[in-house]
Each structure stands twice: as C-alpha cells, then as structure tokens.
C-alpha cells in the first residue's frame, strides 16, 4: 500500500507524466479494473439470459421480475460492496465482493433488455419457424435470439459502460483498481489533477473500447442489417 | 443485519441532533432536488429546441451516452479539486457545487435524451394535421408535440431522478451530508461494530425508500398531467385503444 504515494510530485495537471512514473502500479490497476469489469457482465449474461426467457415466455412473470429488477438499482453499489463479505462469508479484500452485486446490476438490466427483446420477434418469423420444423429450443436459438441482438445488444452497452464506472466506487472497500487515483488526487494535494485526470481518462478509453468491441460483435451477428442499407 | 439496523434505531443520535435521520434526509432532499430542478431548467427546453427543429439530434444522443462513461467519483473529486482551490468561501459551497455538478452531469442525458426522442415520435400525421390548421411553429410544438412527448420526457425525468437520489450518496465521499453520509459514517465505525453496521443498513434503505416515493409520485404526476388522447384512459369504449405512443423507459444504471 506504501508505495502508491512513493514517487515524487509531479505538476498538477500532468497525467501522462504520472503515469510514466507510476508505470506498473497503474497497469496493475488497470488490469483489475478490465477484469471487475468485464467478468460481472459475463456471469450477468449468463444469469439473464434464462430469466429474460422466462419473464418473456410467462408473461405472468415479467412485472414482478422488471420490479425487483428496478428496486435492485435503488441500492447504492457501496452499500452491496461493503455488505457482500457479510452476506457472502467472503474475505474482505476478496474481488468476489465487488463481483457479485455488479453481476446482480447486470442481471437486473438485462433480463428487461433480453425479455423486450425477444417480444420484438414479429409474430409471422416464429410461425414461418415453426412452420419449417423448427423446435422451440432450436427455433429459440436460430431465429429468436438472432433477431433480438440489435436490442440485446443496445442494452448490453449500456450495462459494460456503466459498470466500468461502478467499479470505482470499491476504491471504499479497499480493493484496488483505477479508482485509488481519484483517492491519491483527493488526498495529497500535491499530485493533484494528475491521477484524478489519468483515472477519468484510462476510464473513458476503457469504456469505449469495451463499448467499440460490442459494437462490432454486433455488426458480425447481424449481417442483414447491412443488406438492407444502401451502400 | 435486521439486529443491527435495531441497535442503530435506538441510539438518541440516530432521532435528534445535527446527525439524525431527519437531517441527513433534509439534506439529501437538497441535494437531489436542486440538481434535478436544474437539470430539468437546461435539459426540456433543449430537448425540445433540439427534437422540433430536428438539428443535432443525433449528436446530442451519441454525447448524451458518451457522458455515461464518466466515472461519478472521478468527477466528484475532479471538480472537488478543481472548484475548491478557487472559492474562498466558507461553509459547504466548495464541496456542494462539485456535488451537484455531478449530478447534472448524470441527469441532463437521460432527460434530454428522451426528450428529443419523444418530439421525434410524435406522429408526422398530428404534426402535419397541426400545421394544416394554420398552428404556428411554437403553436405545433406546444400544442401538439409537447403534449405527445409528455409520457416520455417523465419517464427522462424519473430515471433521472432515480439516478440522482441514488448518486447524491457521494456527496458523504467529499464530505458533506446527506443520506451517504448514515452509510459512510456507519462503514467508518468497521463491520464490528453492531450501530455502525446499522446505520449503515439504514441509510442504503432510506435511499431507496426516498427514490421509490419520488419515483411513485413521478408516475401518479404523469397520470395526471399525460392527456387521455395519448393514454387512451376512456371511460367510454368507444375511444379505448386509439393509444398509439407507447412510452419506452430510457435505461436507468445505479450509482
């Protein structure tokens, strides 16, 4: 913990040269920070995916999941971070801690998104799929699902941006990633803008690209978008 | 937990004082109602400014959503560093303005946003009916297509509320009070100790309370204000399902 106040101050507003002084341990942060942001919104997937099925095959199902689902965004994410351990019989500077309610954040966006996604399947593509033998799973994977990415997709952009953001916040239960610059420029007056700056910046471009990414995987799942447009 | 919340409850502290639940949730009601009245001040009318004479539209969405990626806590300490070096005033100003930046910051996309998208769906065919009778350019906007778009501006607004209530936790971060500071000072006090734990159980499930009654009294607003036409809530059967503008709810994200 000592040595993220070890090297010398820098000028104020100077996050480059922070960074080229503080090299490794930034890196490390950032190689955190990707992973508490990534695995969450895998894992929610994962967990959304079936619920958003069933909330879109029960109808009976949907307003009680999308309610818990929006009470569930109430709670401020420190308030999880810092009750996970407890809930959880984890450690406490255990990543689990953080993983878990960003999981259930994802969980709670996505299955709304993935069942008002596969509500916009017009009725005529699941009769003419049914109509060519599809099975319900089949039908379910092949024709469904596919046609429900562009609004999967919006959604799940959504959740990975502002998860990258969340994942500041464990800086108050003291797992470390990108979020601890905030608390440096906070804290000693002497670094200043400089980490404060670095942490929002290395944050955006992490964002982006992870945002980028599914944007593109988007755009090779959905190839009949493009047939459509004109050139 | 439900222990802890108890022992919390019974401290004098926790009814009386300049710390007590009464105050912090005063404070939080500050906060959050500044920032959103602000909020609604600059965003509606560029909203609507924007989605009626259809210009930058599609920047002002793709800015809306870039805002997204803005960490809060950065944000706070970067405006906490930047404004309080600056301002030599004392009293809370140095910490409340960086608060209440962020804020907006978090709830001028989502209403804006909606905003321009609900003038954009108004029907071509209401809006051509409105200018074929001879409404002025204001005449259709305020007339006709504020009155379609209302469904989904409240539904801007009460996302953005809801963020803004959850968010205005940080505000303890910086320090200043309000709700955050029941689960900053309640974490302060270590997962040992029996009230802190409490206190801080009790100020998460206040700060959801307060965005469930302000989100409640938003839907119960929009019944009200939202024109029949537009709901389609007839007495009469005749007139049922003629609703056409289906409001969709902009995507709400914790804090």
């Not at chain 1, 040595?3 to 090299?23: H, I, L, R």
């Not at chain 1, 920070?33 to 895998?42: D, G, M, Q």
């Not at chain 1, 255990?94 to 509500?119: C, F, K, W």
């Not at chain 2, 905003?115 to 954009?120: C, D, E, K, L």
């Amino acid at each position: 913990m000592g040595m993220m106040y070890a090297a010398a101050p820098q000028k104020n507003w100077d996050p480059w040269g922070y960074f080229m002084n503080n090299t490794d341990t930034v890196l490390d942060w950032l190689v955190s920070h990707i992973w508490l942001s990534i695995v969450p919104v895998v894992l929610g997937m994962i967990v959304a995916l079936p619920l958003g099925y069933v909330a879109r095959r029960f109808t009976w199902s949907y307003g009680p999941l999308i309610t818990i689902s929006s009470l569930l965004y109430t709670i401020p994410s420190i308030v999880l971070f810092v009750l996970a351990p407890q809930i959880l019989g984890t450690k406490v500077l255990s990543p689990i801690n953080v993983v878990v309610p960003l999981t259930l954040y994802t969980i709670a966006l996505m299955v709304r998104v993935i069942a008002d996604g596969l509500a916009s399947v017009p009725e005529d593509v699941l009769q003419s799929a049914t109509a060519m033998g599809y099975g319900r799973f089949q039908r379910l994977l092949k024709v469904e699902l596919p046609i429900a990415v562009p609004v999967i997709s919006a959604g799940l952009r959504v959740a990975v941006v502002s998860n990258v953001g969340m994942v500041t916040i464990a800086t108050a239960i003291g797992l470390l990633q990108l979020g601890q610059l905030f608390t440096i420029g906070f804290q000693k007056p002497a670094f200043g803008m400089s980490p404060i700056l670095l942490g929002i910046i290395l944050c955006v471009i992490l964002a982006l690209i992870l945002d980028g990414f599914i944007v593109l995987v988007t755009r090779l799942l959905t190839p009949w978008k493009r047939a459509v447009q004109p050139a | 937990m439900i222990d802890a919340i108890i022992a919390y409850l019974q401290l004098d502290k926790t009814w009386s004082g300049n710390r007590s639940i009464p105050v912090r949730l005063l404070e939080h009601l500050e906060y959050s109602a500044i920032a959103l009245g602000v909020a609604l001040l600059i965003a509606i009318p560029l909203g609507l400014v924007i989605g009626h004479t259809n210009r930058g539209a599609g920047v002002t969405i793709a800015v809306a959503n870039a805002l997204r990626a803005l960490p809060a806590f950065g944000m706070l300490f970067f405006f906490v560093v930047l404004i309080s070096s600056q301002i030599k005033v004392r009293g809370d100003l140095p910490y409340l303005l960086p608060t209440l930046i962020v804020l907006l910051v978090l709830a001028i996309p989502s209403i804006l946003a909606n905003t321009v998208a609900g003038i954009q769906n108004v029907s071509p065919a209401a809006r051509d009916a409105a200018v074929g009778m001879g409404m002025t350019g204001s005449q259709v906007l305020f007339k006709v297509e504020l009155p379609c778009a209302l469904p989904l501006i409240i539904s801007g607004v009460r996302s953005a509320s809801l963020q803004v209530i959850a968010t205005a936790t940080i505000a303890a971060a910086v320090p200043l009070g309000g709700l955050g500071r029941l689960i900053y000072d309640g974490l302060g006090q270590g997962l040992a100790n029996l009230a802190g734990v409490g206190q801080m159980a009790t100020g998460a499930i206040l700060v959801a309370l307060l965005a469930i009654g302000v989100d409640l009294m938003l839907a119960g607003l929009a019944k009200l204000v939202v024109s029949r036409g537009i709901t389609g809530r007839y007495k009469h059967k005749a007139f049922k399902g003629s609703s056409s503008n289906v409001p969709r709810k902009a995507e709400v994200v914790p804090s």
